[in-house]
């Protein structure tokens, strides 16, 4: 636990992003593993690649690995940038926002 003199006020907002299916069950595992939520997992992450820090260490990467084992995730960083959505998860997707109106009905 941080000491309260050290915590830092912030403001955090609701988002809803989209993640590969396999990598979303091994961050909710890590989280549950270190008793974190997905979102202090996910700034911390962040937050340790944008000063060029590893965020974790040997030991937690070696429980990452196998819960990457057990969860079927063969990605890697190298796959980042090549990553696509196959036709049944584009075609659902499209369906669901033809089913929703993009902005919002005004009031009267």
């Not at 990605?75 to 659902?92: N, Q």
């Given at each position: 636990?941080?000491?309260?003199?050290?915590?830092?006020?912030?403001?955090?907002?609701?988002?809803?992003?989209?993640?590969?299916?396999?990598?979303?069950?091994?961050?909710?595992?890590?989280?549950?593993?270190?008793?974190?939520?997905?979102?202090?997992?996910?700034?911390?992450?962040?937050?340790?690649?944008?000063?060029?820090?590893?965020?974790?260490?040997?030991?937690?990467?070696?429980?990452?690995?196998?819960?990457?084992?057990?969860?079927?995730?063969?990605?890697?960083?190298?796959?980042?940038?090549?990553?696509?959505?196959?036709?049944?998860?584009?075609?659902?997707?499209?369906?669901?926002?033809a089913a929703r109106p993009r902005t919002r009905?005004?009031?009267?």
């Open positions: 636990m941080v000491p309260t003199r050290d915590r830092r006020v912030v403001e955090r907002v609701q988002t809803g992003l989209r993640l590969e299916k396999r990598l979303l069950k091994v961050l909710k595992a890590v989280a549950e593993l270190y008793d974190l939520s997905l979102g202090d997992l996910l700034e911390g992450i962040v937050l340790h690649a944008f000063e060029g820090k590893p965020p974790f260490g040997e030991e937690s990467r070696r429980r990452i690995r196998e819960l990457e084992k057990i969860y079927g995730l063969d990605l890697e960083a190298a796959d980042s940038h090549r990553l696509v959505e196959g036709p049944a998860a584009t075609a659902a997707r499209r369906k669901g926002e009905p005004r009031r009267p």
